[in-house]
């Protein structure tokens, strides 16, 4: 299937500049849904026993690929979000800067983690929720993303062999 097709470019959101790719059209579709969320599942190790994911978007896809393979979910939140203790990062954004969140007792020992999000940009993102996980006595097993924008390189930021996206711009 043609993902392609189910996401539309926003020119200056959410800032001037910034080429916005819209998965709303793909979330509407529920084959293309189905079928993004079936792709993302075949690519993750069957050793993985969590996945991590930020919000928002991340959220929609690990949440149905958890379901998908009998998964735990662990949310990562901006701050403020989370009601227990914390671990916390200040990241880089591809438009700015904010904090992350994750709870103290959210991924045990010996854990084999993935890490889902809608769309690769910069890396800032999963590079800080990479550093946030370090808290954590776990690996990181492997990253997936629906989305690579390849000309900003945020791959090369990442500390994982294992990193797929179903496609890229």
């Known amino acids: 299937m043609d ?10 959101f959410p800032k001037d500049g910034i080429l916005y790719k819209d998965i709303t059209p793909l979330l509407g579709d529920y084959k293309a849904f189905t079928f993004v969320v079936n792709e ?32 735990n979910l662990v949310p990562v939140r ?7 203790k914390t671990f916390d990062i200040d990241y880089q954004l591809e ?5 992350f969140q994750i709870h103290t007792d959210s991924i045990k020992p010996g854990d084999k983690v993935c890490i889902i999000d809608d ?21 990181i097993s492997s990253i997936s993303f629906v989305i690579e924008l390849e000309k900003l390189k945020g791959r ?13 711009y």
């Open 40 to 71: 993302i599942s075949r690519n993750i190790p069957k050793d993985v026993t969590t996945i991590v994911a930020p919000e928002s978007r991340g959220f929609i896809f690990a949440s149905a690929v958890c379901y998908n393979l009998n998964k």
């Open 119 to 139: 769309l690769l940009a910069t890396g800032g993102t999963i590079e800080a929720i990479e550093e946030l996980i370090q808290n954590f006595q776990c690996t």
């Open 95 to 99: 438009y700015g800067t904010d904090t």
């Open 156 to 168: 090369e930021k990442l500390n994982c062999d294992n990193i797929t996206s179903l496609i890229s």
């Open 78 to 84: 901006k701050k403020g979000k989370l009601p227990y």
């Open 3 to 12: 993902i392609k097709k189910y996401i539309r470019d926003i020119p200056n």
